[in-house]
Each structure stands twice: as C-alpha cells, then as structure tokens.
C-alpha cells in the first residue's frame, strides 16, 4: 500500500488496473470434518503482475487464510464452519477482495443440499442413490462412506442408523464395513455362495493335473473367502479370494492334484471354502494305482477275512455260535479270503475244519501234503510248522507220535522266542498245560511279554469263571483280560462280583476298570457295583454329564457313600430339567458344603418349585436368605444367584452393601453366540463416547446394556464387526426392573445405572425434582457423548428457567461448555445467559458459533461489555458482530470505537463508519480510509469529504500529495467529478511548486468557467503559453476563448483528442471532403502529449468536414474506435482573432452567403496586411 501511495505521490501513474480474476468460477466445497467445509479460490489479475492485497468477510463462519496475499496466483482457503448455520438452511455470504488491482466480491452459497454428500461428481441425496453408487463404484462408495457428509448428511435424521455406522466403522476392512452396514440396516441380502458339488473322485491318478470349482454367488456386495485343503496332495491355486474376483456372479477357483505326494490307493482330502458367515466342505478322494495298491488291497482282504474267522472262533469257545454255523461260514469266509490255493496257511484251515467234522481222508490227504513240506516250513514259517504238528498231533492216536509232535512245537516255542501262536498250539496238546494253574500262569506270562491275543484273554476268563480264587489281584494284564471279557460279556457274576470287590480296593482312578464296572452293572445291577462306579468316579473327580447318571442311581439307591450327594450336584447338567429327590433336599438341608454355585443352584431350585413344594421352601427359606445376601454383598452373579436376588432382595432388606452390589447386576445380559467364529462383542452406547468389549467364552458373555438404544457389534477373527442380531441371544440376568429406582437411592455414582434412570425418566411429560437430581448424578459421569451431555444440561437449564430458579440456572451456566452444545440448543442457552445476566458466558457462546437468530436488541445488551473491556488484539469474532450492531444501529461508543480501530472493508464501509464517527477522534480511520482508497481505487464521492478533515488535521502528507495527484489524473483521463475545494487546492498548490497533473487539471477546469477573476486570467494566460510553446496543446484551451489571450492558431485548429494507454501505438484516420466526393483515408500518428492524452490538430474551412476513426496496436491486438465526424460553421470562425486562417474563413463564409461587399472589403484588408508584412518582415 504505501509502495502505490509513494509512486502517486510522484506522478507515476498507471494507466489501468489489471481487471481480478477468481477462480474457480464454481467453488468446490469439501466436507473436511464433522461440520467444517471448505474450498480454495486462486486469486490473479488479467495482465499476470504482482498483486497485493486482503481478503475480508462479515461472516463470523468464516474463516480465511490467509487474509493477506501476495503474488501473481494466491491461493486463499476459505473454511466455513456449519456448526454456526441454522440446521436446514442454505448458507450464503459474500468474500471482499481489495487489492492494489481492485476490488472484487465472491459471493459464497452452500445449499443445503450439498450437506448430504459427494462422490464421483454425483450428489447423493438418500441411501437408495447411495446404494446405486455403491453398485456401480464401490471405492467411490467406501470413499464417502468414510467422510462426515455420510452420516451427517445421508444419516442425519436416522439415530439408530447412525449408531449402527459409528460400531461398524471401527470395524477392520473398509469394503467389509461398508457392506455389513447395508445389510444391517436393510438395504440389502449379505453374499453367500454355494458350489455345484461337494464330493469329487478321481481315479487312476498317474500324472498331476488341474481341475476347478464353479463359485456362485447369490448377489452383488463384498465378501472375503478362504479356501484351504488339509492334503499335500491337493494344492489350491487361491487361497484367498474376495467377490469383486467374481465375474459375474461366477468365480472359478483352480486346483491341482499331484500323485508325487499320494500314497498307493485311495487318498482323502477335503476343500474348505469359508468365511464368517458360511462353510462349504468339498470331499476329494484320488486313487493312485500300482503294483503295490494291489498288493495292499490282497493284503487288507486277507486281514479282513482273518479277522471275521477269529471273530467266529471266539463266538464258537463262547458257545455263542453252533458247531456247524460255525463250520459253514468259516468254509465261506476261506473261499472268499483271496488265499492262494495251495498255500500252506489255506491247507492248515482246511484241515483244521475236516477234523472238527472228522473228515478223515481230506485231514490224511492234508497231513500228508504237508508232511513233505515239513522241513522248509519249519525253516520258513516256524508258527505254520507248530500249527502242522498240532493238528497231526490232535489227530493221530499213536501217542508216541502225539508226544513227538508236542516235542517239535516246544523246540518251535523256543526257536521263536516264546512266539504266542505256537504257545496257543501247547495249550491243548501238552499236558504239563493241561493245568488250569500253570495254563493261567504261563498266559499270564505270555500277556506281560507284550501278547494283545483275544484268544488268550479269552482263556484267563475261562479259568477265572472256572477258578474265581484265581482273581487276588488285578494287574495290568489281568485287568487287560478282563476288560476283554466284560466288552463281551464273557465274565460270570461270581468273578464279576470279585473284580469289583478288588475294584473298589483300588487307591488311584482308572478309566479301563470303570468302564468295566459299568459294563457289568449292566449285566448284574448290584449295588455293590453301583457302589464301587460311584467311588471310582469320585476318586477321579469326574463331575460329567455321564458321571451324574451313576450318582444319581446312587442317591436313588441310598448308597452311603460320603459326598456322594455332594458329586452328584457337581456334576449335574443344569441345562436339563431337573428334579431333586426328597433325600438329596433333605440331605443339604442340614450338610451343605457345596460351592457357591452349587448352592445356588440347588436354591434357585427350590425357589422354583416353592409352590409344589412349599414345605421345602420354608425349611430352606432362612438358609437361602443368608445365602444369597451374603453373595450380593460379596458381588457375585449368575443366573441361579439371579433366582434368588428375584425372591430375596427386596427394599425392606436392601442395605448400602448390597444395593452398590445390584446396581451393577440389573443391567446385566447374558449373551450366547451361535457363530463359532466370532471372538468377542462390543456394546456401544449412543450416550457413552467409549465402547465396551466382552470376550466371548465357550461362545458366552456377560455384558452391560444400560439403555435399550445400546447396539452390539459381534467381532471375529480378523476384527471385522457385524451387526446381525440373529446370531446371538440375550438373557438378562436380573428381572428386578423395580429395584433400579432403590439402588439409586444408596448407589448415586453408577454410570449404567444412572442411564437406564435417565432414559425412564426422558419419557416422562412433567420433570420432577427428583428427574432434576437424576439429570445431576449424570452429568457429573465421565464418558459421556457430548450430544448427550448437552441434551441433560439443557433440560436441567430449561427446567430452573421454567420454575424461575435463577441461582440455580446460574451455576450450571457456569459450568456450560459451549463446545458441547448442538447447533439447535445455542439460541435457548444466550436466552438463558441473557436472563440471568450471564454476559460473559453469553459472549462465550456467541464468538464460538456466532448470532445467528439473536434478537438484536439483545445481542446489543449482551455485548456492551464486551466491547467495553476489549483487548488491544483485533479478534476477527468481535469484529463481525460490531459490524452486525453497526448494521442494524444497534451500537454504542464502545462498539464504534472497536470498528474504528479495527474494522477492515470497503471504502464505502469505512466511510460510513467515518461518517457515524461523529464527534470521536477520526484522523486514523480517515488516513486508512484515504490510503485504502489510493491503493483499492476505489472512490465515493463521500471520500472527498473525508479528504478535506483529514487534510485540515494536517495529515500525512504523503497520502494528501498522492490523493491530489491521484485525483487530478483521474479528473484528466477518466472526467471524474471533483469538488470545487480540490480545484482551489490544486491553484493554490501549483504556484507554489510545479505539479503537470495538477496544473492541467486546474486549467482545464478553469476553461469551463463562464469567468475568470483577474488572478485566475493571469494564471490561465500564463500557463496555457508556456504549454503551447512546449507543445504541450490541449483541446480545452479552445474554450478560454474570451476569457484570455489565446496562442494565433490555437483557433485556428480543430483538435482531435483520444485517451488511451500510454504504451499503445495510436493511429488516426481520415479523410477531409467537401460534397460528396469523401476520397480515401489517410493515416497519421497521434502524439502522447500527456499520461495517455494523444492530440492532433487540423486546419479546416467553411464546410469542409473530418471524417475519422483511431485505432491501438499492443500486443499484436488492433482496436479500433468508432466513426466519428467534425465539421466548420460560422459559430467556429472567430474573426477578432486576426489571423489569416480566420480572415479566409470569414471570406468563405461571405462568398457562401452571397455576401458580394463584405467579401470584397474583406480580400482588400486581407491583401493590405498581406503586403504589409512582407515590407516589413524580410527573410533572415
């Protein structure tokens, strides 16, 4: 600014001011935050130059930076806070620049609709266009769903879909978040998929190859899938897949199949495709071919079929399957078995089964057969060799060849270390074994060394069914043996009876004996075997569901068993109906050691049975009440100890203790989740500003809902959030709605508690002292949501108003934090402040978010001290509300004096602020006035007034030369009205020092004067000469014609006279003509004769005309004028002058006129004055 001032003050004058440009011509506005808008503008000029200047605004929303620029392109951010702007309303201002280029004004409008939402260069106007973007352009959808206009625009008049969007934001996955969001709210089905086939075989399987899977999907949205194989074999090609993969509706997933990692034969995998909502399980079975499959398969068939033939061997020692049933299906079972024909094994069955039916030549032909393989067999398969010599020894009836036979087989015995197949031969040939003693002994021994044979537990069951005595102890084996024969009900009741008597002996718990001993209460339902069960079981301190059948038999049975009653309540499963016996009531009546869950299960029940029961009822009633105050005070609870604070926490007997207790449990749910794959659940409050998380245990949780708005938000493995309510179930855990007003009383500080109160009392039509309280308690709770907290505070507020409590209403104004406040609450609030003269709080609210919607005169009432004990710092708040009192003539002294001192705008304000000014000192605002007006170039005729004060104030008389030199330029150039004092300014100041612009402009004002003083004359005389010898010619000295004496030619020339800029080449063309012969036109340059004034004079007589036009070249850009004409009558001749140019003029006038005297009269004096001269004057 002072840079142009100093530059005017010197005459340095710029012809015009590059024109401002703002662009863009539209503003994009960007929702930045919550409520905050914003957008740039880049403000240039037309001619590129450096430019200065500030951007200014009456719009308390506004914020600009920054205010002051500088440069060729300045970019200016403008942010508009739409907290301050009525709800529902368009938003419209205007920004002031004023620069040393001009002054430009920026309308701003923020339509309402623009609130909502943008994306993609689309307005988004409701969820269902929202739903089409996101259809079309899902990250342009999961790019507004990210930004603020989404839920405060798209989601403002809906809480319950906000507070969904607020969990579900948190959530991992933005896509992810975005579709759960859809499909929680209804907008549209969640993607699932499914597969065409779920089993696949592949045989024959000798060179790897690739196959697929055809996906589906059921519709549009976004989904993530994992798809894994639990076989090497089976390699997937995409482990991980998401829907946007799909095309279509169709992704095709490839795999391949290796042999390299299979085994022979059949191979087994299975495909998993899932996510959290869905599974689908793909069963793959591949065969691979070979010499060894088919090895394998002949193998497992033979094991097959040896298994059944022991399998009815056994049956046939048990006499459980008849001789020739037995006979008959073994044949069958050898003919399917795949045995070779002639192999030994095969021979060895065949003749074993022709002697049990004394087929006596298939067994000779057998033996014989055999006979001659003797040697190789023993060689080879020693066991075969013993099995050939029990037959033939089992057969023959020579008993030296039976003795050679039983011989043969020991030395087999002891060549194969004692093998268990050749010892089953012994066992019925020799007779040292024929011994039940030394038979049991030596399988015992033979079970120890590692034997697993059912045919030799078999035998030890025999001889302990024959022998009981046998049985003193039970030893790993035995017990092996036993086992045996209790799963085959080979075990008669004497034995049974003494394996649970050793049984019941046993100091440490073993699994095989009490599966056993079930196994035989089944056959024999003693209670002496009940007896041992039970023990057994609470020596391994079993309490499952399959453990309370047997404590349950033994309670029914009376068994005195100490704890038992005790393990029968641990163990059983409360998810069933239960059904206590009179003895087990009557057993804890008076021995009651249970846990405190326990208790309070066998409690719960009792209360819920009291009206079949109520004898019961009463006897435990004393009991259970101790019990269950106890457990509150100590602050446990569960869904049994939920029964009993139902029956026996009332209000007569609640305590301070136990009501802290019960607060914190009446709001209590339990949630059971049926999804195995979410983790854990959320509960978000719309009142709290913090989220809860509950891990979730055996899919279980317990949880706190205080109000019925809280939402909950299951969490999975890869912290995705969803909102389907149909994948858990809440219980509460307490039915005590009728306690909370009760806790209240002794429990003030529970936060949980404190909400559900308050949400009861929010429906109520009439506050009541006590809602009053309530309201209190909760706004003293940290964590609450802003909105929430001033929606408390302004009902506590509304209702001291309302009853005329002003002290009251003045403490929680104290307390007010204006930034908690909602747009639509801020007008009652400064009503509130206004009533209880809370000005200062008042004045807080109102420079926060601004006075829209204020009544004036109260807003003036409210700001008077303000005003008064403002700072020395400008604040951009406080300015735009003087200017609003200003506008409205609402203010004071103290209000004009802070515009003064600070106040920026136009020109135009800052006069009317001079003007209102008044008596108050004015001499700074008018030097900034004045100076802004210099630099701006912006002028009202009301400046010239302002001028005069501040130059009788003496002034800065920089600013004063420049104003002057300023105006005389614009008086010069642009025929700008000036008043009469300046012009008497500029005659005064010119014969002090020379001044060019200041001296024209005086002139050519004085040349408009119908007269002129004596002074004036000489002045006009003086100067005019002197400007005509420095050929400095002016059209306006032809007016001083009459006034003063005028240079000879002055008129006798016409003058054209053009303003253009100074660095313009400037050419004019005419043409003189008389009639109607106008010829061609010529061109000549017209002469710069000051700051952009171009002259050219021309000489013309009677009738004859100037026909012109002027053109400008700059640039390489021509402009050219219009068509303009000049033409000489008699009110143009001045014959007074003396000059021959007037002289002839005068004679063609006479001649034209028919004038025949006069014209002679005229060509004789013009003659004589002729000759006159050329006596006089001769040539140098």
């Given at each position: 600014m002072r840079e142009k001032i100093n530059r005017l003050a010197e005459g340095n004058y710029e012809y015009e001011q590059s024109r401002v440009i703002v662009t863009p011509e539209v503003l994009d506005w960007n929702h930045v935050t919550k409520q905050v808008y914003q957008t740039s503008l880049v403000i240039s000029n037309e001619k590129r130059h450096l430019m200065k200047g500030i951007v200014t605004t009456h719009a308390p929303e506004i914020t600009i930076d920054p205010v002051n620029f500088r440069g060729v392109d300045s970019t200016i951010v403008v942010s508009v806070d739409m907290e301050r702007v009525k709800p529902g309303e368009n938003f419209e201002s205007v920004l002031q620049i004023i620069s040393d280029c001009g002054n430009e004004k920026v309308p701003l409008c923020i339509p309402k609709e623009s609130v909502k939402a943008e994306a993609s260069g689309h307005q988004i106007e409701d969820l269902s266009q929202f739903v089409s973007l996101v259809q079309k352009d899902i990250e342009a959808g999961v790019k507004l769903f990210d930004t603020p206009a989404f839920r405060d625009g798209l989601l403002a008049k809906d809480a319950q879909k906000q507070a969904i969007y607020d969990g579900l934001r948190a959530s991992a996955g933005r896509k992810n978040a975005l579709d759960n969001f859809l499909v929680s709210i209804g907008k549209k089905k969640p993607v699932t998929i499914a597969v065409e086939q779920v089993y696949r075989q592949y045989d024959a399987c000798r060179e790897a190859f690739q196959d697929e899977i055809s996906i589906t999907k059921n519709t549009w949205g976004y989904e993530e899938f994992q798809i894994c194989s639990d076989a090497s074999f089976l390699r997937i090609e995409n482990a991980h897949i998401t829907t946007e993969e799909f095309v279509g509706d169709r992704f095709v997933c490839k795999y391949e199949i290796d042999p390299e990692q299979m085994v022979m034969g059949k191979n087994y995998a299975r495909i998993e495709i899932k996510n959290t909502r869905q599974t689908i399980k793909i069963s793959v079975v591949a065969v691979k071919p070979g010499v060894q499959h088919e090895k394998a398969q002949k193998n497992r068939r033979e094991q097959r079929t040896l298994c059944q033939m022991l399998k009815r061997h056994l049956a046939f020692c048990m006499n459980r399957l008849p001789l020739q049933d037995y006979l008959q299906e073994m044949d069958q079972l050898l003919q399917g078995s795949g045995l070779e024909k002639n192999s030994t094994r095969l021979q060895l069955y065949r003749i074993h089964l022709a002697i049990m039916e004394h087929q006596a030549e298939v067994v000779t032909k057998g033996l014989n057969s055999l006979e001659e393989q003797a040697e190789e067999l023993r060689k080879e398969h020693p066991e075969r060799y013993a099995g050939f010599c029990y037959l033939k020894g089992i057969w023959t009836d020579d008993e030296s060849v039976k003795e050679g036979c039983i011989r043969q087989i020991r030395d087999c015995y002891e060549e194969t270390g004692q093998d268990a197949q050749v010892l089953w031969c012994l066992l019925y040939l020799d007779p040292e074994l024929q011994s039940e003693k030394k038979k049991f002994t030596t399988i015992l021994e033979q079970l120890t060394d590692g034997c697993y044979s059912p045919i030799f537990y078999l035998e030890i069951c025999q001889i302990l069914n024959d022998t009981p005595k046998y049985l003193t102890e039970l030893s790993e084996v035995i017990v092996q043996a036993l086992h045996w024969g209790c799963k085959n009900h080979f075990i008669e009741k004497e034995t049974a009876l003494r394996y649970v008597y050793l049984a019941g002996r046993l100091r440490q718990y073993s699994a095989g004996v009490l599966e056993d001993?079930?196994?035989?209460?089944?056959?024999?339902?003693?209670?002496?075997?009940?007896?041992?069960?039970?023990?057994?079981?609470?020596?391994?301190?079993?309490?499952?569901?399959?453990?309370?059948?047997?404590?349950?038999?033994?309670?029914?049975?009376?068994?005195?068993?100490?704890?038992?009653?005790?393990?029968?309540?641990?163990?059983?499963?409360e998810k069933e109906t239960m059904a206590f016996t009179h003895s087990v009531l009557l057993y804890f009546l008076y021995d009651n050691h249970l846990t405190v869950d326990k208790k309070a299960m066998l409690y719960a029940y009792v209360v819920r049975q009291k009206d079949k029961d109520p004898e019961t009822y009463e006897s435990y009633r004393t009991l259970m009440q101790n019990f269950t105050w106890k457990q509150l005070r100590e602050g446990r609870i569960s869904t049994n100890l939920g029964?009993?604070?139902?029956?026996?926490?009332?209000?007569?007997?609640?305590?301070?203790?136990?009501?802290?207790?019960?607060?914190?449990f009446l709001l209590q749910y339990e949630i059971t989740c049926d999804n195995p794959n979410m983790v854990g659940v959320y509960v978000s409050h719309p009142e709290l500003s913090e989220e809860h998380f509950a891990p979730f245990v055996k899919g279980k949780a317990v949880i706190t809902c205080a109000t019925s708005r809280a939402k909950l938000f299951l969490i999975d493995r890869e912290y995705h959030r969803y909102a389907d309510d149909s994948w858990y179930r809440l219980k509460p855990l307490l039915e005590m709605d009728g306690m909370k007003e009760v806790c209240y009383r002794f429990d003030k500080q529970n936060r949980a508690l404190l909400l559900a109160l308050g949400e009861q009392a929010s429906k109520q039509v009439v506050d009541t002292a006590e809602t009053v309280e309530l309201r209190a308690q909760l706004l003293e709770c940290e964590g609450l949501r802003e909105n929430y907290r001033h929606a408390l505070e302004l009902k506590q507020m509304q209702y001291f108003y309302q009853r005329g409590e002003r002290g009251r209403l003045e403490e929680a104004l104290e307390q007010l934090d204006w930034t908690t406040v909602e747009a639509g609450g801020r007008g009652r609030m400064i009503e509130y402040c206004a009533w209880c003269e809370c000005f200062a709080k008042a004045m807080e609210g109102i420079l926060q978010f601004g006075f829209e919607g204020i009544p004036i005169k109260r807003l003036q009432t409210i700001s008077e001290q303000a005003f008064q004990d403002a700072s020395a710092v400008p604040d951009e708040r406080m300015l735009c509300l003087a200017w609003k009192l200003f506008t409205e003539n609402a203010y004071s002294e103290p209000v004009l004096k802070y515009l003064m001192r600070f106040f920026s705008g136009t020109v135009a304000e800052l006069v009317c602020l001079w003007q209102a000014a008044g008596d108050l000192s004015r001499e700074s605002l008018e030097e900034r006035l004045l100076a802004q007006s210099i630099f701006s170039?912006?002028?009202?005729?009301?400046?010239?007034?302002?001028?005069?004060?501040?130059?009788?104030?003496?002034?800065?008389?920089?600013?004063?030369?420049a104003f002057k030199k300023w105006m005389a330029y614009e008086y010069l150039l642009r025929g700008r009205e000036l008043p009469e004092e300046l012009f008497a300014d500029y005659f005064v100041d010119v014969q002090k020092k020379e001044d060019m612009p200041c001296l024209l402009a005086v002139l050519k004002h004085m040349s408009g004067k119908a007269e002129l003083s004596e002074e004036e004359a000489k002045f006009a005389d003086y100067h005019v000469g002197k400007l005509y010898d420095q050929k400095m010619i002016f059209a306006f000295y032809r007016n001083f014609y009459g006034k003063i004496s005028l240079p000879e030619h002055v008129l006798d020339q016409v003058y054209v006279e053009y303003i253009a800029n100074p660095d313009h080449d400037v050419a004019l063309h005419y043409r003189i003509y008389v009639g109607a012969d106008k010829g061609k036109y010529a061109e000549v340059k017209m002469h710069n004769v000051f700051a952009g004034i171009h002259v050219r004079e021309f000489v013309l007589f009677e009738d004859e005309r100037l026909e012109y036009y002027i053109t400008e070249h700059y640039n390489g850009k021509d402009h050219r004028s219009e068509v303009q004409e000049i033409t000489t009558g008699k009110d143009d001749i001045h014959p007074d002058t003396g000059s021959r140019y007037a002289k002839l003029n005068e004679m063609m006038a006479a001649k034209n006129s028919g004038e025949d005297e006069k014209l002679i009269d005229l060509m004789e004096s013009f003659t004589m004055e002729r000759e006159i001269a050329a006596s006089i004057f001769e040539p140098l």
């Open positions: 001993m079930t196994l035989l209460y089944e056959r024999y339902p003693e209670d002496e075997i009940l007896t041992v069960i039970c023990k057994m079981l609470m020596r391994g301190q079993i309490t499952t569901k399959d453990a309370f059948v047997w404590y349950e038999r033994g309670v029914n049975h009376n068994l005195k068993i100490t704890e038992l009653y005790e393990y029968y309540m641990y163990s059983i499963d029964v009993l604070y139902n029956e026996f926490v009332t209000e007569e007997v609640l305590d301070k203790e136990m009501a802290v207790q019960l607060a914190g170039g912006e002028v009202v005729p009301e400046v010239f007034t302002v001028f005069a004060q501040y130059k009788e104030h003496a002034g800065n008389k920089q600013i004063i030369r």
